[in-house]
Each structure stands twice: as C-alpha cells, then as structure tokens.
C-alpha cells in the first residue's frame, strides 16, 4: 500500500514559488525524521531538506536561504516551500521517511521555466 504521497508540483516561471506536500498513513510519523528529495532528468537523486522530529532542519547548499521544510505531526503531513525558484530547481521532487521501512512517495513534477 502506498505510504507517502506528494502534491503541489507544477509548472512556474523563474523567480515564483510553489509548495509541496508529502502526507503518510505510517501511524508513527512523529517519531522519524522526513526528507524531501529531487532527481533532475540525466542527474543523481539529491537530498534537498530534512526535518528532525524536533524541528531541526537541515538544506542543501544549493537550496538553503530560498526554501523552508516543516512537519504538522497531527495531519502527518510534511510540506516544501519553494520560493525564488531557478531552472536548476526543475526536477520530480519525492518525499522519503528512511525509518521504520524506508518508504518513498511516488515523486511530484515541478518545471521552473519562460
């Protein structure tokens, strides 16, 4: 069954925003860490953010200053805001909880471009 799903990518001009969301049916998401990943096409899959159960964040270099990762435990939601998008920012964009079972959304597109 499908435990993390992602929302929110789109289609927007460079300098524009968007926001994703990853929601999960794992009953003790509270308890782990919550990722956002990206993998542009002919590119490795990157880590983008990370959130801690006690809210500490961590960003990529590429992304930290533009975007902001943050958890809501009682919706068991994880979101992205994506702000001052580039053309470099296109990619499909996956939320992950490594623990207990390494699950995976199923990726959300999100193309920054004229």
């Known amino acids: 069954q499908v435990q993390l799903v992602e929302s929110g990518g789109g289609l927007v001009q460079p300098g524009g925003s968007l926001r994703l969301s990853c929601v999960t049916s794992?009953?003790?998401?509270?308890?782990?860490?919550m990722r956002w990943y990206r993998q542009a096409p002919g590119k490795e899959r990157e880590l983008v953010a990370a959130?801690?159960?006690?809210?500490?964040?961590n960003y990529a270099d590429s992304v930290k200053g533009r975007f902001t990762i943050s958890r809501d435990n009682a919706k068991k939601m994880v979101n992205l805001q994506m702000n001052s998008l580039k053309p470099e920012d296109t990619a499909v964009y996956y939320c992950?909880?490594?623990?207990?079972?390494?699950?995976w959304g199923q990726g959300t597109q999100v193309t920054v471009s004229s």
């Open positions: 959130i801690t159960t006690s809210g500490t964040t």
């Open positions: 992950n909880m490594a623990r207990p079972r390494n699950y």
């Open positions: 794992v009953f003790t998401f509270s308890s782990y860490t």
